[in-house]
C-alpha cells in the first residue's frame, strides 16, 4: 500500500488527479489524501508520512518550492519523494524545483492520466531505489573498515605477507576513491547504478583475487584471526552478487529498443534453461514437466525468455519444501490472441495476501531461510515482460505451491 498526498487549492484538479491514480498503478494499492493549503499539507505530511507528494506551486498561502522546503525539514536525508505540478511550463521554476529535492516536474493541462500514474511510479521507484543505496554504501562503508582493521593486524603478525597486504591496501585506496564518486552521483541516480554494475566489477575481482591469494599463502593460529577472514569472505562474496544483480536491472533498461522478437521453440529454450540448472535440480532431485502442444512456438526476444524461464524455475527448486521433492510442470496454450506461459511448482508458496503488492519489487524476499539471494530475480522478470506489452498473474498458496502465468502478445 503506497501514500499519496494531493497538496493543491483547487478542488477540480484534486478529483481529476485521483480519477486519474485510481486505486493502484500497477501492482501497487494507493492510499490517496488531500490537503488543500501549505498548512494542511504540512500537518498531513506529518500524520501520514506518504511515498509521494504531488505539490502545486501556486498556493493561496505559500509557494510549492516554499512549502519543498519545509517537508525537507521534516523526512530524512534521502528520503523525500516530492513532484512539483504547475500551471506555467517555466523551464528556469523547473530545475530550481529539482535543485531544492523534487524529483520530477509536471505541467497542468500537459500531462494525462498514463503520463501521471507513470511518474508517480517512476519517483516511487527512485526513492526506494536512493535508499537503498544509502543503506548498500553504509554497508559497504563498514566492509572497508573490517578490510582495514584485518589488514593491520595481519601485517603486525605476518611478515610473509606484507607484499600481498600493501596490494590490499591499494585496492581499499581504490575501492575508497570510487565511494567519493559514488557519494557524488548520488545525485543522479541512473549514473550511480551504471557506475556501481560496471565500474565496480572489476575492483572486487581484484580484491576477491588479492584475498583467495592471502588466504591460500597465510596461516593462522589465533582463532579470532580466522573469525575476521570468514567475515570478510562473506562480505566480499555479498558484495559481488549485489554488484552482479545491479547490473542485470541495469541491462534490462538499457537493452529496450535494441532487441528483437522472433519465433521460440519451446522444447529448445526449455531444454536450454535445465541444463543450466541440472547441478540444483540433481541436487534437489527435482522433476521438470512440460506441455507444449497446444502452443509448440510464442514471438518473444529469445534472450529474455530465457531469462523469465531461468529464473522462475531457480526459483521453484530454491524455494522447494523440505517435506518434498520439487515437482514443476510447464505449460503453453493461447488465450483469446495472447500466448500464456504457466509456470507451477509444489513448493513454499507465498503468502500474497501479505506480501502480494511488494511480489515484483526490487530486493524483496519473503523466504530468506530456503536459500541465498537478493531479491532481484522477480523484478527482472515482471520488467521483461512489462517490456514486451505482457503481464504476470500469480496464484500461491503457503506449503502448497506456487504458479506464474505470463501472457504476452502475438
Not at 318 to 328: F, G
Not at 366 to 373: L, N, V
Request: negative net charge.
Amino acid at each position: 500500500m503506497k501514500k499519496i498526498l494531493l497538496v493543491d487549492d483547487n478542488e477540480h484538479d484534486r478529483m481529476l488527479y485521483k480519477r486519474y491514480l485510481g486505486k493502484q498503478i500497477g501492482h501497487e494499492r494507493l492510499e490517496i489524501v488531500e490537503a488543500s493549503s501549505g498548512e494542511e499539507g504540512i500537518a498531513q505530511f506529518r500524520t501520514v508520512r506518504p511515498d509521494c507528494v504531488l505539490l502545486d506551486y501556486n498556493l493561496l498561502d505559500t509557494d510549492g518550492l516554499a512549502l519543498l522546503l519545509e517537508l525537507k525539514q521534516l523526512a530524512p536525508p534521502d528520503t523525500l519523494c516530492v513532484i512539483m505540478i504547475t500551471g506555467g511550463g517555466s523551464e528556469e521554476l523547473a530545475v530550481r524545483a529539482l535543485n531544492n529535492g523534487a524529483l520530477d516536474y509536471l505541467v497542468k493541462q500537459r500531462f494525462d492520466q498514463e503520463l501521471l500514474c507513470k511518474t508517480v511510479l517512476h519517483a516511487i521507484e527512485k526513492n526506494e531505489w536512493r535508499q537503498y543505496v544509502a543503506r548498500y554504501h553504509g554497508q559497504l562503508q563498514t566492509v572497508n573498515q573490517q578490510l582495514r582493521d584485518s589488514l593491520e593486524e595481519l601485517t603486525e603478525a605476518r611478515r610473509q605477507v606484507q607484499q600481498t597486504n600493501a596490494q590490499l591496501l591499494t585496492a581499499n585506496q581504490e575501492i575508497e576513491a570510487r565511494n567519493q564518486q559514488l557519494a557524488r552521483t548520488n545525485r543522479d541516480l541512473d549514473n550511480f547504478v551504471y557506475a556501481a554494475s560496471h565500474d565496480l566489477k572489476q575492483p572486487i575481482n581484484n580484491l576477491r583475487g588479492l584475498f583467495d591469494e592471502l588466504r591460500r599463502t597465510a596461516t593462522f593460529d589465533d582463532p579470532e584471526e580466522s573469525e575476521v577472514l570468514r567475515l570478510v569472505d562473506a562480505s566480499l562474496d555479498d558484495l559481488n552478487t549485489t554488484v552482479t544483480d545491479l547490473s542485470a536491472v541495469v541491462q534490462i533498461d538499457r537493452a529496450q529498443g535494441e532487441q528483437i522478437t522472433e519465433k521460440v521453440l519451446l522444447a529448445d529454450l526449455t531444454a536450454d534453461v535445465l541444463q543450466t540448472l541440472r547441478p540444483q535440480l540433481q541436487t534437489a532431485d527435482g522433476t521438470v514437466h512440460t506441455h507444449f502442444e497446444k502452443l509448440p512456438e510464442l514471438v518473444a526476444v529469445r534472450s529474455n525468455l530465457r531469462t523469465i524461464l531461468l529464473n522462475l524455475l531457480g526459483n521453484a527448486i530454491k524455494y522447494r519444501h523440505t517435506d518434498r521433492a520439487p515437482e514443476i510442470t510447464i505449460v503453453s496454450s493461447l488465450l483469446h490472441g495472447q500466448a500464456v506461459l504457466e509456470v507451477r511448482d509444489n513448493g513454499l508458496g507465498i503468502d500474497l495476501e501479505k506480501h502480494g503488492a511488494e511480489l515484483f519489487h526490487l530486493f524483496r524476499r519473503f523466504h530468506p531461510e530456503a536459500g541465498e539471494g537478493t531479491g532481484v530475480g522477480l523484478f527482472l522478470v515482471n520488467r521483461l515482460v512489462q517490456a514486451q506489452g505482457g503481464r504476470i498473474e500469480v496464484e500461491s498458496e503457503l506449503n502448497q505451491g506456487t504458479t506464474f502465468r505470463i501472457f504476452l502478445p502475438q
